[in-house]
């Protein structure tokens, strides 16, 4: 089955360690010299009802993705070792 990677997009990821949602796919890291998928980025939950950003991102080995569905993605990852911290902004910038 092929996809595009817009159509993956739209999937949400679910852990199969522990059934934990993740959250929803929304952007890839490649590596451009082997053109291959290296990485899947999920933004990390909101805080405080999303007024006060985001928590850690979530960067998930392309290796750890165990099945791509109709409507979601499996992975089988370790939350704790796959948070990368968002930048964070000024407040006047």
Same mark, same amino acid.
């Given at each position: 089955? $092929?996809?595009? $990677? ?15 949602? $993740? ?13 291959? !998928?290296?990485?899947?980025?999920? +933004? ?6 999303? !007024? ?8 998930? +080995? ?16 370790? /939350?704790?070792?796959?948070?990368? /911290?968002? /930048? ?6």
């Amino acid at each position: 089955m $092929l996809e595009r $990677l817009s159509e993956i997009r739209c999937k949400e990821v679910i852990n199969v360690s522990d059934g934990c949602r $993740l959250g929803f796919a929304e952007d890839f890291e490649i590596d451009l010299q082997k053109g291959c !998928l290296v990485a899947l980025l999920v +933004p990390g939950p909101c805080r405080f009802f999303g !007024l006060f950003g985001r928590d850690s991102d979530f960067v998930i +080995p392309w290796q750890a993705v165990r099945k791509i569905g109709g409507d979601i993605i499996l992975v089988e990852v370790i /939350p704790d070792k796959i948070r990368r /911290p968002r /930048p964070r902004k000024g407040f006047f910038k």
